[in-house]
């Protein structure tokens, strides 16, 4: 999880507090045990990762 601009990269911790979401809903959406978030919630990620919503949720573009 790249911090875009400031080349540090989040971990799950720093991400949930940068963008108020529970550090155990990042873990599980980053496991992939948690197939989406509520709205308010993703925008408040992609806000912290400087993001469009729409990346964060965009299908592989490799079937591998």
Known sequence: MEHPGRG???S???LAEASGVSRSQI???VSGDLP??????AH??????????LV???PPSSPI
């Open 12 to 14: 799950v911790r720093t």
């Open 56 to 58: 964060l949720f965009m």
């Open 36 to 41: 989406d978030l509520p709205v308010h919630e």
């Open 8 to 10: 540090a990269p989040y």
């Open 27 to 29: 873990g599980r959406l």
């Open 44 to 53: 408040r990620i992609s806000e912290a990762l400087g993001v469009a919503v």
